[in-house]
């Protein structure tokens, strides 16, 4: 029996592997730290059980239940969370949980879970695996060729009679995405929701089209409306998806000879086409932002850094931070960095090298060409200014506290 091991914190994933293997050395255990990693060891392992924490970066272990159910079935899932109000209790089993941990998990608890899931998956769960082997198997089979057919390419003479006899009529309908990683669980992702959109709304399939985008092709029941399809599509890819997205569709097509000269003219639509993004919770998301920048500005901060803690397309960071703060990026953290100076420069203890470094630049040169050109004035000289503005009606001179303002 093979069980996945889902938590972000590292310590917490070994010890539960420590202990399961301890008392069930036959057993094959892997470890994932975030949903990405659950991806690729589900498309690569069989695996029985999947023991999942409840909050982790980019997506809840619930959303990765609800995402991964209709493609993994069979699987076993197990909730662990730190949190024990009971909606995330309820939440899970209406999910299909079959158990909800808090920790810190007791090892007998553990183990008396482990030992009572092995019972329920034996011969029945085999049957199960091998079915979904099957069809796993075909789907990619499907997938192949539907592709080069898309693509114009031949299908080497494969008999796709089948199809065509199901699908004397149909819509394509594309998701593009746009992104400079690999998009492993964005694939997923698309490919799950719009299988089980396809299947509530009619009959067809979904099927991985290029690094960068998924097909689906359907045949609409004929009480219900493409609109409302793609509209819970949307919904759903807001939720879920971490980059920005395209949504394209055709109009009725009768003949499958159509279906590449189809798909290119999606493509080209697509270069018009505006992307959309993910719900942010927009202001939420950038006072997230603005508050680990106010903490880490005397550090290295990058564009592509600061979005990924918020889980952001660093593109679509940068319009989101400069519609809600009203800068850009770059022009936000030297501004704060400049300030900062400011309040350091009025202490004569501190050397300029001293405050250059405590506002984030290692090389005194730059910093203060950057100060320069903020504030049309030098460090040095904004230094002598204001210990002449700040002399007192004694003559003396008054600084603030070092603490004040840094």
């Known amino acids: 029996m093979n069980i996945l091991i889902v938590d972000d914190e590292s310590v917490i994933r070994e010890g539960i592997k420590r202990t399961i293997q301890r008392a069930y050395p036959q057993y094959g255990i892997y470890l994932a730290a975030n949903p990405e990693e659950v991806v690729q060891i589900l498309r690569s392992r069989p695996i029985e059980i ?103 390419l031949d299908i080497g003479g494969m008999d796709i009679a089948s199809v065509i006899a199901n699908h004397p009529k149909f819509q394509l309908i594309m998701v593009k995405m746009e992104s400079d990683k690999v998009l492993h669980l964005e694939h997923f992702i698309i490919d799950n929701v719009l299988t089980e959109l396809i299947a509530q709304y009619g009959k067809g399939f979904a099927t991985s089209f290029d690094a960068k985008s998924l097909l689906g092709l359907i045949t609409m029941d004929e009480s219900r409306s493409m609109r409302n399809m793609l509209e819970e599509l949307r919904i759903h890819l807001k939720k879920y998806l971490r980059v920005p997205f395209q949504i394209l569709h055709t109009e009725v097509i009768h003949e499958f000879s159509a279906v590449a000269s189809e798909v290119l003219q999606m493509n080209q639509n697509a270069i018009s086409h505006e992307f959309e993004y993910y ?44 519609q809600k703060t009203g800068y850009g990026f ?62 007192t009606n004694d003559g003396s001179l008054k600084f603030p506290s070092i603490t004040e303002n840094v």
């Open 50 to 152: 999947i023991l999942t924490d409840i909050l982790m970066p980019g997506m809840t272990g619930l959303e990765l239940m609800k995402l991964s159910k209709p493609s993994y079935p069979h699987i076993k899932w197990v909730i662990i969370s730190a949190y024990s109000e009971f909606a995330y209790a309820k939440e899970a089993v209406r999910l299909g949980a079959v158990d909800y941990l808090l920790k810190p998990i007791g090892k007998d608890m553990l183990l008396e879970m482990i030992d009572k899931l092995e019972g329920k998956i034996g011969r029945e769960a085999e049957i199960i695996k091998e079915s979904e082997m099957l069809q796993t198997n075909l789907k990619f089979l499907r997938e192949a060729v539907f592709r080069r057919w898309a693509s114009g």
């Open 279 to 322: 719900a942010t919770g927009g202001s939420q998301v950038i006072e997230v932002a603005l508050q680990y920048i106010k903490t880490y500005y005397h550090t290295p901060l990058s564009l592509e850094k600061v979005a990924s803690i918020v889980y952001l397309n660093p593109v679509y960071f940068s319009q989101v931070f400069k």
């Open 330 to 391: 770059k022009e936000y953290v030297i501004q704060l960095r400049m300030e900062q100076a400011k309040q350091l420069l009025l202490h004569p203890q501190l050397k300029l090298a001293d405050i250059s470094e405590r506002v984030g630049y290692q090389d005194v040169k730059h910093f203060t060409q950057v100060f320069r050109k903020s504030f049309n004035i030098t460090p040095t000289g904004y230094r002598h200014e204001q210990r002449t503005e700040i002399r």
